[in-house]
């Protein structure tokens, strides 16, 4: 160990016993940004980038466990990620399967997919079902995974769920409007039935949402980390449960 991974570690456990385990949010959000840019800075090529961010994922799931985080949502596809060009696309969603299929191998993950199908090749579909399917007795986090993801996409889905639900009813225009609630359109969301997130992580400096989880992030605190993700290192999820833990959270209060 060279002098410069000591003061590191030393730094890092520094870190970790000043942070209040009391405090830690219970659901995070990361939007997993920068790979491309890692890659290009380290002379290598954008698959590359893609497959280290990739490979970050299992780490940055066992901070979480060590933290006793229990749920956690990773973008790692959005809807405008469909526009990039198809000799990037097709080897991304190759790597994003090979994570969900090393997620549900793991063991200790519940993995539960977050975005729209209709977009994605029928591949990436069945790999996302089956990961589901074989990890929805694990007790370990929930690990939702948005491939496909986009947050205009989920209200607009969720709305158009909740009108065909009532539609089935036979429940009139004049019934629905009056039943049409904050609640009623989240139990139609991708996420129902699961806490909105309190804290949002996003690396690379980029500080927007992006559509990041527009309609549960609306009390959610934010982290912008200035490394990209494939370098995204234990002391700097440290810091970000660390700025957490910092906040007033009042809720509107």
Same mark, same amino acid.
């Given at each position: 160990m060279n002098l410069r991974d000591l003061v590191y570690k030393l730094y890092a456990r520094r870190v970790e016993g000043r942070l209040?385990?009391?405090?830690?949010?219970?659901?995070?959000?990361? @939007?997993?940004? /920068?790979?491309?840019?890692?890659a290009k800075a380290s002379g290598g090529t954008t698959a590359q980038g893609h497959r280290a961010g990739a490979d970050k994922i299992?780490?940055?799931? /066992?901070?979480?466990?060590?933290?006793?985080?229990?749920?956690?949502?990773?973008?790692? =596809?959005?809807?405008?990620?469909?526009d990039r060009p198809?000799?990037?696309? !097709?080897?991304? =969603?190759? @790597? @994003?399967?090979?994570?969900?299929? /090393?997620l549900a191998a793991d063991g200790r993950w519940r993995v539960h997919?977050? /975005? !729209?199908?209709?977009? =994605?090749?029928?591949? !990436?579909?069945?790999?996302?079902?089956?990961?589901?399917?074989a990890t929805a007795a694990n007790q370990g986090i929930l690990v939702n995974v948005a491939v496909g993801y986009g947050g205009r996409q989920e209200i607009a889905d969720a709305v158009r769920s909740l009108l065909?639900?009532?539609?089935?009813?036979?429940?009139?225009?004049?019934?629905?409007?009056?039943?049409?609630?904050?609640?009623?359109?989240?139990?139609?969301?991708?996420?129902?039935?699961?806490?909105?997130?309190?804290l949002v992580i996003r690396t690379s400096g980029e500080q927007r949402l992006s559509g990041f989880m527009l309609w549960q992030s609306a009390h959610s605190e934010y982290y912008f980390c200035e490394v990209f993700w494939?370098?995204?290192?234990?002391?700097?999820?440290?810091?970000?449960l660390r700025d957490y833990a910092y906040r007033n959270r009042r809720f509107g209060g």
């Open positions: 209040d385990h009391d405090q830690v949010p219970g659901h995070i959000g990361v @939007i997993l940004d /920068g790979n491309r840019r890692w299992t780490e940055f799931l /066992g901070w979480c466990a060590e933290t006793k985080v229990r749920v956690v949502t990773l973008w790692m =596809l959005s809807t405008d990620n469909f198809e000799s990037e696309l !097709t080897p991304l =969603l190759g @790597i @994003i399967e090979d994570s969900v299929r /090393g997919h977050v /975005g !729209t199908l209709d977009m =994605l090749p029928d591949r !990436t579909r069945t790999v996302l079902k089956e990961a589901e399917e065909l639900d009532h539609a089935e009813r036979g429940t009139s225009f004049e019934e629905l409007a009056e039943t049409v609630s904050i609640d009623s359109i989240s139990e139609h969301l991708y996420t129902r039935g699961q806490p909105d997130p309190d494939p370098a995204f290192r234990k002391v700097d999820f440290l810091r970000a």
